[in-house]
């Protein structure tokens, strides 16, 4: 299967370095580019890309706006969205998350990291680590000012094990080590984090974080191990 990428960046020269460097992979390919978040939103309409490479930093609509837009139509729903940018604050990452956008990065990822990045986004997985999962969505997401509604019955329709896998993948644990941990297969856990992630209706798994801690499934006083 070939993933199909759109490339959203003001920067030309950064959108042919990028280009170049994604169709050296076998599996990628370039289908778009766009040079702000207005012509992103409306090529992803266009071309349903498998992976959005989105910039913050744009001009008339920004990336993060875009980013929304795009994750709040059903419709697009199959399109995952990298954020890549310069600007790697906490801030940013946690408007990302909430955006719903698949992973955060900067532009000084190695060529083969960010070929893996557009493989691990198409997916459903996040790029977080668990620190920066930990610290991002602790901090913004369970704060007075930040924290949205405590909303426990939306963990209804989960089995005790999904809320347990939930729980795990709100702490930046991947597939791999969620299953070393509690010996089951990766495909077992992947399994049980899909079913939940569809109940949930979480478009991946950063979604799937920004959801444990929004029920109070995951807290901020939980420990990474």
Do not use: W
């Amino acid at each position: 299967m070939t993933l199909r990428v759109l490339l959203a960046d003001d920067q030309a020269l950064l959108r042919g370095a990028f280009r170049t460097l994604l169709e050296t992979a076998d599996d990628i390919t370039v289908v778009g580019e766009a040079a702000d978040g207005r012509e992103a939103v409306r090529l992803t309409r266009e071309l349903s890309p498998d992976v959005v490479i989105m910039d913050i930093r744009m001009p008339d609509v920004d990336g993060l706006a875009a980013t929304s837009e795009i994750c709040a139509d059903p419709e697009l729903r199959a399109s995952r969205i990298l954020i890549l940018t310069t600007y790697e604050t906490d801030e940013y990452v946690a408007q990302a998350l909430r955006a719903g956008a698949g992973g955060f990065i900067g532009k000084g990822i190695g060529a083969d990291d960010l070929l893996n990045a557009v493989r691990t986004i198409a997916d459903g997985d996040t790029l977080l680590s668990p620190a920066a999962t930990r610290s991002l969505v602790a901090r913004f997401l369970a704060t007075p000012d930040n924290a949205p509604p405590h909303q426990p019955e939306r963990l209804a329709a989960l089995t005790p094990r999904e809320r347990e896998m939930v729980t795990l993948v709100a702490t930046g644990l991947s597939n791999q080590e969620i299953a070393e941990r509690m010996y089951l297969s990766p495909f077992t856990v992947r399994a049980h984090v899909q079913r939940a992630m569809t109940k949930l209706e979480a478009r991946d798994r950063a979604q799937l974080v920004v959801i444990a801690y929004q029920t109070g499934l995951a807290r901020p006083t939980d420990p990474l191990s």
